[in-house]
Each structure stands twice: as structure tokens, then as C-alpha cells.
């Protein structure tokens, strides 16, 4: 059983407490799956006292994350005995400075701030340098000196899909950093692949936000009860297909071939069209491509989730008849709650639901096929969704119990 019960809640971050485990990642901007995996490793952890660390020290409990502390100030100023340092999973091992640094920015700066760099190399990398106060290639895999000496270091989960056909010296620099890690595993087989050709074992993990619903389902339930979630549902009490694409897909052809797939989408179930942003950091979601998306639905009239609480979010996935989209963690979330899925290509997405899924569960579809993806979704026996779910439960909390043995405590 885990050590926090189903539905605890989510206790402030406490810094006059001495931490005994650093959890590090992407957890400093607005991204469901971060967010949740912060969550879920907090919750595991128990009674053990933590801190969260990313890049940059941000207050991100506004949208249901936490207060996070930059690890080069956790780091510099370290005087107690040596915390574990936890990476808690998501796809870190091949995300680059330049990337990292502008999904740091404000969302309203960044395309101005892409377009101006973008075509000045070295000024590129002094911005991103300073911004990040480090000269890492791929800084969410902890630079040594921001490493507090005598700490285990632990890779839980982790991805990096991109990693073989990526950047070569950010590829050895992440090998050399795993190399000197306490423990590593991985959330896929194509980054497992890598490491093992480098001679580092990285047994297979599920990504930890299979555990949501175990963890946090009351929480997620009583959020489906209230506020813009509960209005929604009483409105489409049909039911209704959860639906998320990040901003790539905003031009003009993209959006006309999807709109023509969610009309298909909604002929075919009956149920309405419920569009939300997994995530609003640059390079993730945005919510005017989901208005010009329903200006070509007028028929349709699909809704526009304007929540962004993390908990909001799970709830309104939770609560609907399917997830369709491009965020891999909106997938993550609809198995752990026995949710029909189905995803938009991507590497990524790709390899983690082939790690995780059962057969006969539909991975990705190309945009032109949605609607015919997401009825084949439909159509997955529900004892098999919910058998998954209660499968890889098990599993995550058997791959996370020796590291919560690592700890000094």
C-alpha cells in the first residue's frame, strides 16, 4: 500500500523543515504531467519532508503546483546532512538548455524572444546561460554543481526519445551524469535502448501519474462536483470527449482537418466537444487556437475548459466519455481512471503508451484519422481499461519502493 492514503491532501511546501529529498524537474512552469509527477512522488515519499527544485525558483501553487526553489540556490546554500536528489520522471533527458530556457518564459514573450535569438547563435547562448545560471547542455539532468556532495542521485521513470538522434554532445554529457547516478530507470523502451548501448542498465518504469487516481481520486472526484466542471457536466449531461492539442497544430489546414474530425467525433458518440490546455509554457498549449478551432465548429459549439488548476484538469478527464489529443500526460491520466484514449503522433507519446498499454488499445492515430481513433477507443472492453490501470498501479509503486529505500530516514 502507499504511504499517503487515496485523496490526502496536498500540504504547502515547508522550508524550515531540512529536507531529506530534493525532487527535481520541470515542475517550475505549467505542464500537467510535471506537475502531477512532483505530486505523486511528494505523496509516496509520505512523511518524509521534501523540497521541489527546478531551474528557476517560481510560486506555482496558483495553478495546483507547489512553491519551487531554483537547485542552484538549494545547492549554494546547503549546509545539512546530504538529501537524496530525486528526479521524478518526465521526458528530461533530452530537453536543451535553449529549450528548457525559453519554456521558462513568460508565454506572451516568448515568440518575440524565439524569433530574435533564433537567428543570433552566440547571442542564444549567453541568453540562455544566464537565465539558467548554468552551462549545461541538458540542465533537468542536475548539473554536478548543483548536486549537495554525499547525495544519491536517482533517474525514476525518466524519457528521452529524442536522445539517439539528438544533439551528440548533449547525448554524452546525459550519459556521463547517469553513469554517476545511484539509480536510473526509464518510462520507454527507445531511451532504454540508448542507455543499454552505452552500457547503463535502466530497468522499465511506469511514469509515476499512472498513480493519480490511487493516490488523489477523492480529491479529483469531489473537484468533478463543483465549480466550472460540475456546470459543464450538467450542460452536456450526454457526456462529452475531453480534447487537447498543443499550438503546433494552429495553422489554418490543421485546424480545418480537425474541426472536420470532431464534428465526426460528435455524429458519431453524441457527446459534446470539451477542448483544455494541458499546459500553457511556450511550446505547449494555446488557448486562442482552441477559439479560432471553434469558430469552425459553430455547430458544435465545443466547449473551452478555462481551468488550468492541475486537479481541474484530471477531474475534467476523469469525468469524460474520452481523451483525445497530444499530451501524453492527458493520456496518462484517462488510464488511470479507466478512460477510453487515444493520442496524436508523436515519438514520445508513441513509445511511453507502447511501454504501458495492453493490446488492442489504440496508441496514436494521424490527425486525418481521429475520429475513427477515438472510435476504436470507444470500443475497448471496460474491464480491460480498468485492469490496466489497477496493473500499472501496482507496478509504479513496486519500481518507486527502493528508491524511497535510498533514503536516509
Known amino acids: 500500500m502507499p504511504p499517503a492514503a487515496a485523496g490526502a491532501a496536498v500540504p504547502p511546501c515547508d522550508r524550515a523543515v531540512t529536507p531529506a529529498a530534493l525532487l527535481y524537474g520541470a515542475f517550475d512552469r505549467h505542464n ?25 525558483t517560481r510560486d506555482m501553487s496558483g495553478c495546483g503546483g507547489r512553491p519551487v526553489v531554483a537547485l542552484a540556490e538549494v545547492a549554494a546554500a546547503w549546509r545539512g546532512p546530504p538529501p537524496a536528489l530525486i528526479h521524478v520522471g518526465g521526458e528530461l533527458l533530452g530537453c536543451s538548455a535553449w529549450q528548457a530556457a525559453v519554456m521558462l518564459e513568460p508565454p506572451e514573450r516568448a515568440p518575440q524572444t524565439i524569433a530574435y535569438l533564433e537567428a543570433r547563435p552566440q547571442e542564444q547562448l549567453d541568453w540562455v546561460r544566464r537565465t539558467l545560471a548554468t552551462a549545461a547542455r541538458a540542465p533537468y539532468a542536475a548539473p554536478p554543481e548543483w548536486i549537495p556532495p554525499g547525495s544519491p542521485v536517482v533517474y525514476h521513470a525518466v524519457g528521452g526519445v529524442d536522445l ?68 459543464l457536466r450538467s450542460d452536456l449531461a450526454q457526456g462529452f470527449v475531453a480534447v487537447q492539442f498543443s499550438a503546433e497544430h ?24 470539451v477542448l483544455f490546455c494541458a499546459g500553457v509554457a511556450p511550446w505547449h498549449d494555446d488557448p486562442q487556437v482552441y477559439r479560432r478551432l471553434a469558430a469552425r465548429m459553430p ?6 475548459f478555462r481551468s488550468l488548476d492541475v486537479w481541474d484538469l484530471c477531474a475534467l478527464i476523469a469525468s469524460s466519455r474520452a481523451y483525445a489529443g497530444s499530451s501524453l500526460h492527458g493520456r496518462i491520466v484517462a488510464m488511470a481512471f479507466g478512460v477510453p484514449r487515444v493520442n496524436l503522433p508523436g515519438r514520445k507519446q508513441a513509445a511511453v503508451a507502447e511501454a504501458l498499454e495492453a493490446p488492442g488499445v489504440p496508441l496514436t492515430v494521424p490527425l486525418d484519422q481521429l475520429a475513427a481513433g477515438v472510435r476504436r477507443a470507444l470500443q475497448v472492453e471496460e474491464g480491460l481499461l480498468h485492469a490496466t490501470a489497477e496493473r500499472l498501479a501496482r507496478e509504479a509503486f513496486e519500481r518507486f519502493a527502493p528508491v524511497r529505500s535510498l533514503l536516509k530516514v
Do not use: N, Y
Not at 500537467?32 to 528557476?56: E, F, K, N, R, S
Open 32 to 56: 500537467l504531467g510535471d506537475l502531477l509527477l512532483a505530486h505523486v512522488v511528494t505523496a509516496l515519499l509520505g512523511d518524509v519532508p521534501v523540497l521541489w527544485t527546478g531551474l528557476a
Open 164 to 231: 539517439a538522434a539528438g544533439d551528440a554532445a548533449l547525448r554524452s554529457e546525459v550519459l556521463a551524469k547517469l553513469r554517476a547516478a545511484e539509480r536510473v530507470s526509464v518510462r520507454d523502451r527507445l531511451t532504454q535502448a540508448v542507455l543499454e548501448e552505452a552500457g547503463i542498465a535502466a530497468p522499465l518504469a511506469p511514469d509515476l501519474a499512472v498513480l493519480v487516481a490511487e493516490l488523489f481520486g477523492d480529491t479529483i472526484r469531489r473537484r468533478a462536483a463543483q465549480g466550472e466542471l460540475a456546470a
Open 250 to 273: 494552429g495553422d489554418d489546414t490543421t485546424l480545418d482537418a480537425l474541426a472536420a474530425q470532431l464534428d465526426d467525433v460528435a455524429d458519431m458518440t453524441g457527446f459534446g466537444i
Open 299 to 304: 455547430t458544435r459549439a465545443p466547449r473551452c
